[in-house]
């Protein structure tokens, strides 16, 4: 008896109606992923970035850059507007690309949260705060150990500022996570 054999199926992204002037913007969404997997000097898979898609580069460059404190890496333009812009965390090597999104495609990342650790977190949001941006939750202890606070970028994407600490990679804060979800 024959195997079936099931492909995978994407979704594809629209094109925006004339490609920009970048070399990357040939890429099919797949060939984006595998040139992201990058290996370490001991072959081992290492993150490379998050690539967000968002209606507006512009308004996300104000979010991430201007009020996260993100750093621009390089920015792409077509017809003077920027469609494409990687920009790395204030702290550490993280980054993520801001990529526009076509015009009938949705933004929407359920089940999707970015994650930014910031030791001084309730210092961080006042700041937010005094600037104009709503948080969605104010800091706050969290049973596995970890201070969080949450909140949306401008196309809705969820985000988590947080502090863990020496908690990060402690088995024993998932532990206390489940003991506490069992109470």
């Given at each position: 008896?024959?195997?079936?054999?099931?492909?995978?199926?994407?979704a594809?992204?629209?094109?925006?109606?004339?490609?920009?002037?970048?070399?990357?913007?040939?890429?099919?969404?797949?060939?984006?992923?595998?040139?992201?997997?990058?290996?370490?000097?001991?072959?081992?898979?290492?993150?490379?970035?998050?690539?967000?898609?968002v209606?507006?580069?512009?308004?996300?460059l104000a979010?991430?850059?201007?009020?996260?404190?993100?750093?621009?890496?390089?920015?792409?333009?077509?017809?003077?507007?920027?469609?494409?812009?990687?920009?790395?965390?204030?702290?550490g090597?993280?980054?993520?690309?801001?990529?526009q999104?076509?015009?009938?495609?949705s933004?929407l990342?359920?089940?999707?949260?970015?994650?930014?650790?910031?030791r001084?977190?309730?210092?961080?949001?006042?700041?937010?705060?005094?600037?104009?941006?709503?948080?969605?939750?104010?800091?706050?202890?969290?049973?596995?150990?970890?201070?969080?606070?949450?909140?949306?970028?401008p196309?809705?994407?969820?985000?988590?500022?947080?502090?863990?600490?020496?908690?990060r990679?402690?088995?024993?804060?998932?532990?206390?996570?489940?003991?506490?979800?069992?109470?």
């Amino acid at each position: 008896m024959k195997k079936t054999i099931r492909k995978k199926t994407f979704a594809k992204r629209t094109p925006p109606s004339r490609p920009a002037k970048h070399t990357s913007s040939k890429y099919t969404g797949s060939q984006q992923k595998k040139a992201s997997a990058t290996l370490d000097a001991e072959g081992k898979l290492t993150f490379n970035h998050a690539m967000v898609y968002v209606k507006d580069v512009e308004r996300g460059l104000a979010f991430y850059r201007d009020l996260l404190g993100f750093k621009l890496i390089e920015d792409f333009r077509y017809e003077n507007k920027p469609v494409y812009a990687r920009l790395r965390a204030p702290g550490g090597d993280g980054t993520i690309a801001l990529h526009q999104a076509g015009p009938e495609v949705s933004v929407l990342s359920d089940g999707v949260r970015l994650y930014f650790e910031v030791r001084e977190l309730d210092d961080f949001c006042r700041n937010l705060q005094q600037k104009g941006f709503h948080m969605t939750q104010l800091p706050r202890m969290m049973p596995w150990g970890w201070r969080h606070a949450y909140l949306n970028d401008p196309d809705g994407h969820e985000i988590s500022l947080y502090w863990a600490g020496e908690n990060r990679m402690k088995k024993t804060v998932m532990k206390a996570a489940q003991k506490a979800a069992r109470a």
